[in-house]
């Protein structure tokens, strides 16, 4: 869910288009839940 919803806010910050560019969107906003839910159970 948080990952779905990073990846949605990256992407349309920086207007993304295409696959490439989708794919490193998905790839930052998974590195950003992953953070999150690390710092949460620490």
Sequence with gaps: MLS?????EIARNTDTQGFPQNSTAATQGG???G????????
């Design 31 to 33: 590195t950003v839940a």
């Design 4 to 8: 779905e919803a990073a990846t949605t």
């Design 35 to 42: 953070n999150a839910r690390r710092e949460l159970e620490k």
